[in-house]
């Protein structure tokens, strides 16, 4: 297939759906102007958190076998967001660039450029390209690499760069992660295919349910990003430019160094660097007391730039479909 002809699917198939129902969210509060938008994006957020994602987790994980290729996937995503954030380091803390700067602001785009939105944003790409089954990458992606890095390392630069208080305790990441649902539905799924405990019907019913996951979270990413007030600030545009472009191209860098060759694993790889940046983002901000408006600006302007950049992507040979 062509370059083109791939864009047009890429198009239609992904951008228009997903730009659909972020859109819806952001229109919801001006056709509905009684929406308590905060109280209703905490809600949505708690039932994908509680009952939707856990279910889409536990359905891939007690189907999908563990082996060395499906690992690559969080361990390539891993040093590229590690790579990107000693990038992002050095462009806020160490460099003369932004002095005007808070603590608050650069700790929370060292955050956001570090991490995708790997799940929501990146399974209808990896299904796109790969087919059905490669939602699989982003899931173990998201529980081997995502929250175990950004409840231990993502805490300690919110907490030790960004924090106003800097006495303040770090909460324990083992206490943060036995509270997740998600670790739990994983795990048990993992159990269950390992043992050969698997039970189909129930697999069935856990990805009928799941299958609300992406389309509530998009809905609250389109009511999460301040429509009225994107403006395009360079530190906001210099961090996504690193989450989008450098990223992903570290992944495509040193894939081929690691492994021999770029196999379906490996360009899944370079799919999920290229993600804009996560939501979890303005959660620490507001946990953590960062720069929430910088967080929320920053989500906004890599989810509009994606577009974009995914295709050159493309271009460029990183990721496409054959």
Known sequence: MNYFAQLIDLMVQVMLPLSLLVGAGALWPRFFSDTRVDVLRFSLNRMVMYLFYPCILFAVSSTTPINRDLLSVPLLVGIGSLVSGGVLYLMFYR???????TDQTR???VLGGMFGNTFNIGVPVLVFFFGAEAMR??????????????????VWIA????????????????????????IWAFLLGTACQQLNLTYQPLVNAAQFIGQATIPVILFVLGMTIPWRNLTPRPEILAAVGVKLLVTPFIVWLIAPQIY???????????????????????LLA???????????????????????????IMALGWVGRA
Do not use: C, H
């Open 95 to 101: 460099l003369p660039l932004w002095r005007q700067l």
């Open 107 to 109: 700790a929370v785009l």
């Open 137 to 154: 990458y982003a899931v173990f992606n998201d529980i081997l690499m995502t929250m175990p890095v950004v409840w231990t390392l993502g």
């Open 159 to 182: 907490t030790r760069l960004g924090s106003r208080d800097r006495n303040a305790d770090q909460p324990s990441v083992l206490r943060v992660m036995l509270t997740m649902p998600p």
């Open 260 to 282: 021999s060759g770029m196999s379906e694993a490996q360009y899944a790889a370079v799919v999920e660097g290229a993600t804009p940046a996560m939501m979890t983002a303005l």
């Open 286 to 312: 507001d946990r953590f007391k960062l720069d929430a408006a910088a967080a929320a600006l920053l989500i906004g302007w890599s989810t509009i730039l994606f577009w974009i950049t995914l295709p050159l």
